[in-house]
């Protein structure tokens, strides 16, 4: 497992299972059905081939055996700006691959920020994440589990007001990659 493998783990233990930002990725997690695929490549391009691949890699793989993909770049969108605008390419990706409805891009990036946020809002802190990354997610698998979530509308704002109430100790500890 490479270095950055290991960071998004934590991260995705840590920050997405152990604040329960998500609640659906606690059980594929411990199941080992999160894959984390690293493209190092510092190409655009590469990258997007990349996502394509993963995204065919999900179609042929039953879910019991890969819920989901984390396609992390690390050596891309240092600006996230750049980051959001190739977000439209994945968009675009998916439904030139007629997987809409199939398959939903979840982004996160270090310095994540909310359409109408500020960058230092809190709310930013549930979608920041040690590297870019583009979560690939079946959505399928979405509503089996909303189905049987308690009030799955809420959860933004549970996850804002779980942000919103962290310590800035606890801040320093989750997210040591924002700290300049």
């Not at 990706?93 to 230092?120: R, T, W």
Request: net charge negative.
């Amino acid at each position: 497992m490479s270095q950055v493998e290991k960071y998004v783990q934590q991260w995705l233990e840590d920050v997405v299972i152990g604040l329960n930002l998500c609640p659906f990725a606690a059980k594929p997690n411990r199941n080992k059905q999160i894959k984390i695929h690293v493209c190092e490549d510092a190409s655009e391009d590469v990258l997007l081939e990349t996502i394509y691949q993963e995204l065919q890699t999900l179609d042929q793989t039953p879910v019991e055996e890969l819920e989901t993909t984390l396609v992390v770049a690390p050596n891309l969108f240092k600006k996230f700006d750049d980051y959001n605008q190739f977000l439209d390419l994945v968009e675009g990706l998916v439904i030139q691959m007629n997987k809409s409805g199939i398959y939903q891009i979840a982004s996160f990036h270090p310095d994540y920020c909310f359409y109408g946020a500020e960058p230092e809002d809190a709310e930013n802190l549930t979608n920041r994440s040690p590297y870019p990354i583009f979560h690939l997610i079946r959505e399928e698998s979405m509503e089996k589990v909303l189905k049987h979530y308690p009030d799955p509308d809420g959860i933004p704002e549970r996850n804002v007001e779980c942000v919103e109430n962290l310590t800035d100790a606890q801040k320093r500890k989750l997210f040591p990659y924002l700290i300049k």
